[in-house]
């Protein structure tokens, strides 16, 4: 199905044609519109005209809604202030647009006329070492653009960057060589999380060992020189680290409600055969340049305390490759293999001078153009109820299995307090869809930009701007039909709304602007805020429009069930586009 013009276009439409037929000389200009709280919408657009043809605004303003001839859209037109026009429009065409929206499964919301080839960078877990809460905001984020970009018809390629390469894999099987009996596994079912307990816990005697001994040192970065060499032996062991690893890293994104496929787990190893020419295109085309015998790039806008230059090494002095090796590379990869038209990354605000320092250089080098451009979604930190950086007791970093673990388990209290007729199975499904929605949402919500405080008795809270208070009102709207009998949904362009309903159709008809927008601007959190207005608009209609009981007149019913299927079908197609499940029964 073609997609649905929104009210919002169609009421630009009228007035272009009014402000063309009152106003000829002015061309083809643009009404300005927008949505107001003084009415369905304003427009703006001839103060501009009228400075343009040297005109009265107001007067101008009224010989405009005077050639606006009767319709069936445009209930009230009125001329405000110096020249703003302030329009209602009509409950017939509210009704209409949305009954054109409730026959498309897509609701209407059209595919981005622009749409291309975007590779996103997002969950970029470690190898041998346990996830933690700082790999939160990548995964969800990441995870929540890939559903909003493919619903606007982005062909979207999912890049999981890994951390597999370098110093720390000579520095653990070396040490694992030295102690082979450590990694001894006593029961061969042992589980993911458990195999990978073992590897974070190897990992971090290895450090201690390394910073502590001269000597292991040296051997371990002799082995660093045989992984890259690709020596038989060594390979293998890392390759035993890198298969556990990912044992590990699916169970906890499965937990986290993710789909994960191998093939798109690309991790730094996977650009090694690249790293040469990368270096050797950048220095013949005179991008890098050697500096005390690294191969660097350098930048008039990047320069350290001391006022001296700070390049973007890709190359040390050793010979060794560095990050930006890796991640230039990889441009040059998805630029050319997987013919990207943009590339995103999901990457933590910490990172962003390396990122500026890597784009440009990509540009420079001409894998960055007018038509493929790289993006650095960068998000905050994830804090404590208190503020601070989110640590244990002991001043660990919080692992995130933990967190969700304790989400999951907090949520399901929540459910099974509420639950009327749910079994325990049916309680611990709930629960983990409850916590894990709780954890995404709080999140989403949020400008990833900024920093916000990880609070779950907040998270799992019925009230306030939460993703249970969603859940709730999806699953409020599935239990009236559960109580309508043979009363169907039936959309009635003729009947009068109520001031509930008007609200809450104008808001369900700005969906497809709000997924178009948080596609456009990489802002998950407008579509949250979104769905959260939506959620209490509802609950607002759900108080003052009675749908079963007091019982309404029959269209009047089966058009606030209409209203109710349409606002069900927009929580869940939304918080799909978030990650986040709807249950029908709470």
Same mark, same amino acid.
């Given at each position: 199905m073609a997609s649905v013009p929104s009210l919002a276009s169609t009421v630009q439409q009228r007035l272009a044609e009014g402000l063309s037929a009152a106003l000829p000389e002015a061309g083809s200009a643009d009404p300005l519109l927008r949505r107001s709280d003084r009415a369905?919408?304003?427009?703006?657009?001839?103060?501009?005209?009228?400075?343009? =043809?040297?005109?009265?605004? !107001? $007067?101008? /303003?009224?010989?405009?809604?005077?050639?606006?001839?009767?319709?069936?859209?445009?209930? $009230?037109?009125?001329? %405000?202030?110096?020249g703003f026009l302030n329009i209602t429009v009509t409950d017939e065409a509210i009704v209409r647009t949305l009954a054109a929206r409730a026959l498309d499964d897509r609701l209407g919301v059209p595919f981005a006329a622009d749409a291309g080839t975007t590779v996103i960078d997002y969950a970029q877990p470690n190898v041998a070492k346990e996830m933690h809460v700082g790999h939160l905001r990548s995964a969800v984020i990441g995870a929540a653009m890939v559903e909003i970009l493919e619903f606007t018809g982005e062909k979207v390629v999912r890049r999981h960057h890994i951390g597999d390469w370098g110093t720390q894999f000579g520095m653990l099987i070396q040490y694992l060589e030295e102690h082979p009996h450590e990694l001894d596994h006593k029961d061969a079912e042992v589980s993911g999380e458990e195999a990978m307990s073992n590897l974070d816990r190897l990992y971090k005697a290895a450090r201690k060992f390394f910073d502590s001994d001269e000597e292991f040192k040296t051997r371990a970065r002799r082995r660093v020189v045989d992984l890259q060499a690709g020596d038989p032996q060594t390979l293998a062991m890392w390759q035993k680290f890198v298969d556990e690893s990912k044992i590990y890293f699916f169970s906890v994104f499965e937990k986290l409600d993710m789909d994960i496929r191998d093939p798109d787990i690309v991790g730094e190893s996977g650009y090694n055969d690249m790293l040469t020419e990368t270096c050797r295109i950048l220095e013949e085309s005179g991008v890098a340049v050697r500096s005390n015998g690294a191969l660097c790039?350098?930048?008039?806008?990047?320069?350290?305390?001391d006022g001296n230059p700070t390049p973007l090494i890709v190359q040390k002095s050793d010979g060794g490759f560095g990050y930006a090796a890796t991640d230039l590379s990889a441009i040059r990869d998805r630029v050319g293999n997987l013919k990207a038209t943009t590339l995103l990354y999901v990457v933590d605000a910490r990172q962003s001078l390396h990122f500026k320092m890597v784009f440009e250089t990509a540009r420079r080098a001409g894998w960055l153009n007018e038509d493929v451009k790289a993006v650095q979604l960068a998000f905050g930190t994830v804090l404590g109820k208190d503020g601070k950086p989110f640590k244990t !007791?002991?001043?660990?970093?919080?692992?995130?299995?933990?967190? =969700?673990?304790? +989400?999951?388990?907090?949520? /399901?209290?929540?459910?099974?307090?509420?639950?009327?007729?749910?079994? $325990?199975?049916?309680?611990?499904?709930?629960?983990?869809?409850?916590?894990?929605? +709780?954890?995404?949402? /709080?999140?989403?919500?949020?400008?990833?930009?900024?920093?916000?405080?990880?609070? =779950?008795?907040?998270?799992? %809270?019925?009230?306030?701007?939460?993703?249970?208070?969603?859940?709730?009102?999806? /699953?409020?709207?599935?239990?009236?039909f559960g109580k309508a009998g043979d009363r169907t949904p039936v959309a009635h362009p003729e009947l009068e709304l109520a001031p509930a309903e008007r609200a809450l159709g104008l808001h369900l008809d700005q969906f497809g602007e709000t997924v178009a927008e948080a596609a456009a601007e990489y802002a998950p959190h407008k579509l949250a805020a979104y769905l959260y207005q939506l959620a209490s608009l509802y609950t607002t209609f759900y108080d003052q429009c009675p749908v079963i009981k007091p019982e309404p007149p029959k269209e009047v019913a089966e058009n606030r069930l209409f209203i109710c299927d349409l606002t069900a079908r927009t929580l869940h197609q939304g918080m799909a586009l978030l990650g986040i499940r709807t249950p029908e029964r709470l």
């Open positions: 369905d919408f304003q427009a703006n657009g001839i103060l501009a005209l009228a400075k343009q =043809l040297k005109g009265n605004p !107001r $007067e101008l /303003a009224t010989k405009v809604v005077e050639g606006i001839p009767a319709n069936d859209v445009l209930k $009230e037109i009125e001329v %405000s202030g110096p790039v350098f930048f008039d806008d990047v320069k350290g305390p !007791r002991e001043g660990e970093t919080v692992r995130l299995v933990d967190l =969700l673990d304790e +989400a999951i388990d907090r949520a /399901a209290s929540v459910v099974r307090e509420k639950a009327r007729d749910l079994t $325990e199975e049916e309680i611990a499904e709930r629960g983990a869809q409850v916590g894990i929605g +709780a954890v995404k949402y /709080a999140d989403l919500s949020t400008s990833a930009a900024r920093d916000y405080k990880f609070d =779950l008795d907040q998270m799992v %809270s019925l009230n306030g701007d939460t993703s249970v208070y969603l859940q709730y009102a999806y /699953a409020r709207i599935k239990s009236i």
